[in-house]
């Protein structure tokens, strides 16, 4: 069974850092999209950032220069820099893994985590 599960999210004061992590169990983590979506309340599902098993990587404009997603291979795990952090960027964020065909595509991706709240205070 593929399981996603995030971690790291929190109430942070504006200008401050997080760092998110999801877990992944059950899934060939080579040769995929492993992505961070992010939904704020009334919002659709946005893209945050993707990268390639191999290397590539992809970062939204509202993101570039203060996000920055990784990943470690040997334990299966992908994570998410967050740094000057704003409250604009306070929503959900889910990690997702698929071969997609666009990389911000939410319907491109087949499995979901279920997400880890984070919400930056002005």
């Known amino acids: 069974k593929v399981q996603l599960v995030e971690s790291g999210g929190g109430l942070v004061q504006a200008g401050g850092s997080l760092r998110l992590s999801c877990a992944v169990s059950?899934?060939?983590?080579?040769?995929?999209?492993m992505a961070w979506f992010r939904q704020a309340p009334g919002k659709e599902r946005e893209g945050v950032a993707a990268?390639?098993?191999?290397?590539?990587?992809w970062h939204a404009d509202s993101v570039k220069g203060r996000f920055t997603i990784s990943q470690d291979n040997a334990r299966n795990t992908l994570y998410l820099q967050m740094n000057s952090l704003k409250p604009e960027d306070t929503a959900r964020y889910y990690c997702?893994?698929?071969?997609?065909?666009?990389?911000?595509?939410?319907?491109?991706?087949?499995?979901w985590g279920q997400g880890t709240q984070v919400t930056v205070s002005s």
């Open positions: 997702a893994a698929g071969r997609p065909s666009d990389v911000a595509t939410v319907d491109d991706y087949n499995y």
């Open positions: 059950g899934y060939t983590y080579s040769r995929t999209w």
């Open positions: 990268i390639h098993t191999s290397g590539p990587t």
